[in-house]
């Protein structure tokens, strides 16, 4: 999902009947009425509850949808959205068991698994950090010191992440496919880390 410049759709036009609508142009000369405009903002904010009205205004301005295919969009991000909470809580709820760069396997406590969780959610959801590099704008998943060897399995688009920063973990590396998801990674911070060896995917990253 792309996130960028742009504004909300334009001030709702009175029609002959009375109602409230925005026309798209076109030959078509259809309008989209303002419950339905009101419906998609209500979906912008339900996946990406920080987000500002013209914020959100931009995601949907650089969809350049129609409105039907637009609220078609959301809806598959809504269900990515609780795809990716359902394998988070299958993986938080299961054992994991963390290879260190020196020293045996340690399993990864319920805490850290969750928290590892909700920072995915909270990236994936637009609440990170932002991001600037040049014009450029956009979101930081934090991975702390935590064990980044057992990070799940992700099916959803981390495409909107610009920053990945991992401090101090004693992990011996990235599981295999994990930064494929994040391909617009602008910047990979790894300070103090005790990986044995870098993400294979670092060479196609942004």
């Known amino acids: 999902t792309a996130l960028g410049s742009g504004y909300w759709?334009?001030?709702p036009l009175r029609l002959a009947d009375g109602r409230l609508g925005y026309t798209l142009g076109g030959r078509s000369g259809h309008l989209v009425e303002e419950n339905r405009a009101v419906l998609l903002k209500d979906l912008v904010s339900e996946?990406?509850?920080?987000?500002t009205e013209t914020q959100a205004g931009h995601v949907l301005y650089r969809m350049k949808l129609t409105?039907?295919?637009t609220a078609r969009a959301l809806?598959?991000?809504k269900a990515e959205l609780q795809t990716l909470r359902n394998d988070l809580e299958h993986w938080v709820a299961r054992p994991v068991w963390s290879q260190q760069a020196v020293g045996p396997q340690v399993l990864v406590s319920t805490e850290v698994k969750h928290a590892m969780?909700?920072?995915l959610l909270r990236a994936w959801r637009r609440q990170s950090d932002t991001v600037h590099f040049g014009e450029h704008t956009?979101?930081?998943l934090n991975l702390k010191a935590w064990p980044v060897d057992v990070l799940p399995e992700l099916s959803a688009d981390f495409a909107h992440i610009s920053s990945l920063r991992l401090s101090n973990s004693l992990s011996g590396k990235?599981?295999?496919g994990f930064l494929q998801k994040f391909h617009n990674v602008r910047a990979l911070t790894l300070a103090n880390s005790h990986l044995a060896e870098l993400p294979s995917e670092i060479s196609s990253l942004t």
């Open 47 to 51: 996946l990406f509850p920080t987000l």
């Open 75 to 77: 809806f598959r991000l």
């Open 174 to 176: 990235f599981p295999s």
């Open 117 to 119: 969780s909700q920072a």
């Open 9 to 11: 759709l334009v001030t």
């Open 138 to 140: 956009g979101y930081e």
């Open 67 to 69: 409105p039907e295919l």
